[in-house]
């Protein structure tokens, strides 16, 4: 299939056959990538994804695990607060 123009051919025709010869390229490409024998077999570009879906999970679960910890330290820290003003209500009450 060269890419050349056929002879007396429309600059039309040329694109749509330029266009289905792309598509059928692209065709045997992800027959290829879902068959597995792309990028060297077992999953090729598919297992990178996975690797970086499962790189981007542990980010996440990290970062959750940081708000966690700030939010207890957050929720800490107003129970301390509230104490304290509780604390000095009362004394304000009594005296």
């Known amino acids: 299939m ?3 123009p ?3 051919e429309a600059p039309l025709e040329a694109a749509i056959r330029r266009l289905e010869q792309a598509l059928a390229v692209l065709d045997s490409r992800v027959a290829e990538l879902s068959s ?3 990028e060297g077999g077992e999953g090729g570009l598919f297992d ?3 690797s970086q879906l499962a790189a ?3 980010a996440s679960r990290a970062r959750e695990r940081a708000l966690e ?3 207890l330290a957050t929720a ?3 129970d301390r607060a509230i104490g304290a003003v509780r604390s000095a209500m009362r004394q304000a009450e009594g005296a």
Do not use: F, I, T, W
């Open 36 to 38: 597995g024998r792309a």
């Open 56 to 58: 981007e999970l542990d």
């Open 48 to 50: 990178v994804d996975r």
């Open 2 to 4: 060269a890419d050349s």
């Open 6 to 8: 056929h002879e007396g």
């Open 69 to 71: 910890d700030a939010g």
């Open 76 to 78: 800490e820290a107003l």
